[in-house]
């Protein structure tokens, strides 16, 4: 019996009977096998190649996964495929959690092939981990190894409903509703004029007002 990957050198073996098992292949590759028969005198001819692709095993686990955008409430992540696939990929899990007080991974659903997603829902201002694995039809392949795990956090929210009204001919008063992340100390207010840029300093007031 003799056996290649197609573009590679040829690895013959032999036996006494009519059926044998090729074994310590490599996942989903190709293959050409061909059968001679042997006597005290010599080999035969070789037959016509039959051309097999090897079974699928579960693949490497995905490659390069990283923040493509976050917000207060979203992070927005990709990565690239396994290198080697071991097979045809049939969807991708994505899992994030909390970091600190003992949260559990949730996958994202559904799961499906694309290579970056969006998870919503998050909390502002909240450190996040996540982690993305592999399915072909032989299973789930390993998640990113703990190195490549992404480790990020939500940005704070911004205040919304803002408003600015004439107090005196030299001030305005600015108010705004809160931002609703935890842990919020105070507040910065920037403005300028259209010939210059001031930047005010940090306002701790906690009525979500000031005067300028």
């Given at each position: 019996i003799r056996y290649s990957r197609t573009g590679s050198s040829n690895t013959e073996t032999t036996t006494s009977g009519t059926t044998h098992t090729i074994s310590g292949l490599v996942a989903f590759v190709e293959y050409s096998v061909e059968v001679a028969a042997m006597t005290v005198n010599g080999t035969g001819t070789f037959s016509i190649p039959v051309v097999q692709?090897?079974?699928?095993?579960?693949?490497?686990?995905?490659?390069?996964l990283m923040v493509d955008q976050i917000?207060?409430?979203?992070?927005?992540?990709?990565w690239m495929p396994p290198n080697p696939t071991n097979g045809i990929i049939t969807q991708y899990e994505l899992q994030y959690r909390r970091v600190g007080g003992g949260a559990e991974f949730t996958p994202l659903q559904p799961l499906n092939t694309a290579l970056t997603?969006?998870?919503?829902?998050?909390?502002?201002?909240?450190?996040?981990?996540?982690?993305?694995?592999?399915?072909t039809t032989a299973g789930p392949g390993p998640?990113?190894?703990d190195d490549d795990e992404v480790r990020v956090r939500t940005i704070i929210a911004?205040?919304?409903?803002?408003?600015?009204?004439?107090?005196?001919?030299?001030?305005?008063?600015?108010?705004?509703?809160?931002s609703s992340s935890f842990g919020v100390?105070?507040?910065?207010?920037?403005?300028?004029?259209?010939?210059?840029?001031?930047?005010?300093?940090?306002?701790?007031?906690?009525?979500?007002?000031?005067?300028?």
């Open positions: 692709v090897s079974g699928e095993d579960v693949p490497s686990a995905p490659r390069s917000t207060d409430t979203t992070a927005t992540l990709s997603r969006t998870v919503t829902g998050l909390t502002s201002n909240t450190e996040y981990r996540f982690r993305v694995r592999a399915y998640y990113v190894d911004t205040p919304t409903n803002v408003r600015a009204t004439v107090s005196t001919p030299r001030s305005i008063e600015v108010t705004w509703d809160a100390t105070g507040y910065i207010i920037s403005y300028s004029t259209t010939a210059s840029y001031t930047s005010g300093g940090n306002v701790t007031v906690n009525d979500g007002s000031a005067t300028s």
